[in-house]
């Protein structure tokens, strides 16, 4: 039943947002076109319920326009708010887009990604309240999950298609983050905390590219790249301080990055394609790693 619900809160967002602007007439229609509306119309108190619970669910409001009674989505707030929005709508598109696609199912290939649908909506819960959590956690790095972690959750984030939690660790009184869909046993607690004032989400990692940070200083990096590969670096940057000078064979990208390890593999993952000009530190760094995976084919 909460699943065919929330289908429907995904159908009403990806009709409206499709559409622009849609009378209550027209969504009647198209929701009778639909498989979901299992051949029922759309009554008025049924959409003002839906309406709400969307509101509810995404932060996503939908307003009607006083002079057309047409409904259309709510692009007001903040900027980080309208790219929350405009990240979910764009998320709830595609999952209504691809319900109705079961017919060809066969004929569209997705990613099997770790799911993080069972942990997210605990820690969302966890941000509005400034309650903190308890949790295991399964390190890579670790042959035992660690058990008892208490979190006092800062900020969610997205990266690759998986999410993480970045929150403070109450018994090493460290920021960490963590993935979660290597999280299990997690509840949510009736211990409450203080957001720190000094913690900025947008600051954390606006020197980073990637999931992991670290505290050293932003380093100038300079890149050489390949024509066909620079055309990907303009259309997805690496970072926002990406800036180019185009030559006729190759372009030059520059940044001001803090040196990760995820900056080093996504680098990596580019082959020969990327040219690592500056800082010499980066330069050695992924040298090394280069030399030690030839040698393991010699």
Same mark, same amino acid.
């Given at each position: 039943?909460?699943?065919?619900?929330?289908?429907?809160?995904? %159908? +009403? =967002? @990806?009709?409206? *947002?499709?559409? &622009?602007?849609? $009378?209550?007439?027209?969504?009647?229609?198209?929701?009778?076109?639909?498989?979901?509306?299992?051949?029922?119309?759309?009554?008025?108190?049924?959409?003002?319920?839906?309406?709400?619970?969307?509101?509810?669910?995404?932060?996503?409001?939908?307003?009607?326009?006083?002079?057309?009674?047409?409904?259309?989505?709510?692009?007001?707030?903040?900027?980080?708010?309208?790219?929350?929005?405009? %990240? +979910? =709508? @764009?998320?709830? *598109?595609?999952? &209504?887009?691809? $319900?109705?696609?079961?017919?060809?199912?066969?004929?569209?290939?997705?990613?099997?990604?770790?799911?993080?649908?069972?942990?997210?909506?605990?820690?969302?819960?966890?941000?509005?309240?400034?309650?903190?959590?308890?949790?295991?956690?399964?390190?890579?790095?670790?042959?035992?999950?660690?058990?008892?972690?208490?979190?006092?959750?800062?900020?969610?984030?997205?990266?690759?298609?998986? %999410?993480? =939690?970045?929150?403070?660790?109450?018994?090493?009184?460290?920021?960490?983050?963590?993935?979660?869909?290597?999280?299990?046993?997690?509840?949510?607690?009736?211990e409450t905390f203080t957001m720190p004032?000094?913690?900025?989400?947008?600051?954390?990692?606006?020197?980073?590219?990637?999931?992991?940070?670290?505290?050293?200083?932003?380093?100038?990096?300079?890149?050489?790249?390949?024509?066909?590969?620079?055309?990907?670096?303009?259309?997805?940057?690496?970072?926002?301080?990406?800036?180019?000078?185009?030559?006729?064979n190759y372009s030059i990208f520059s940044?001001?990055?803090?040196?990760?390890?995820?900056?080093?593999?996504?680098?990596?993952?580019?082959?020969?394609?990327?040219?690592?000009?500056?800082?010499?530190?980066?330069?050695?760094?992924?040298?090394?790693?280069?030399?030690?995976?030839?040698?393991?084919?010699?």
């Amino acid at each position: 039943m909460i699943r065919n619900l929330v289908n429907r809160y995904v %159908w +009403l =967002v @990806d009709t409206i *947002s499709r559409y &622009g602007r849609i $009378s209550l007439k027209e969504l009647n229609n198209a929701w009778l076109r639909s498989e979901i509306s299992e051949g029922k119309p759309l009554a008025r108190r049924t959409f003002f319920h839906y309406r709400d619970a969307v509101e509810e669910m995404f932060d996503i409001n939908i307003q009607c326009d006083k002079a057309t009674f047409e409904y259309y989505i709510d692009d007001a707030g903040s900027e980080s708010n309208a790219r929350l929005r405009a %990240w +979910l =709508v @764009d998320s709830v *598109s595609m999952s &209504g887009m691809l $319900s109705n696609a079961h017919d060809i199912s066969e004929r569209i290939i997705l990613e099997n990604v770790p799911s993080a649908r069972e942990h997210l909506p605990v820690v969302i819960d966890a941000l509005k309240q400034n309650r903190r959590i308890r949790f295991s956690y399964k390190s890579y790095t670790r042959s035992q999950p660690t058990d008892g972690i208490t979190l006092e959750p800062y900020f969610v984030k997205i990266f690759k298609q998986l %999410w993480y =939690v970045i929150g403070l660790n109450v018994k090493d009184g460290m920021i960490k983050t963590y993935s979660l869909d290597r999280i299990s046993r997690l509840n949510l607690l009736q211990e409450t905390f203080t957001m720190p004032g000094e913690v900025s989400p947008a600051d954390f990692f606006k020197d980073c590219f990637g999931i992991i940070t670290n505290q050293n200083s932003p380093k100038r990096i300079v890149l050489r790249v390949e024509p066909t590969q620079a055309k990907y670096f303009r259309a997805l940057p690496l970072h926002h301080s990406q800036r180019e000078e185009i030559h006729d064979n190759y372009s030059i990208f520059s940044y001001m990055m803090r040196i990760t390890y995820d900056l080093k593999e996504e680098l990596m993952s580019h082959g020969a394609s990327v040219e690592v000009l500056e800082p010499v530190e980066l330069k050695t760094l992924i040298r090394t790693e280069l030399e030690q995976a030839l040698s393991n084919y010699q």
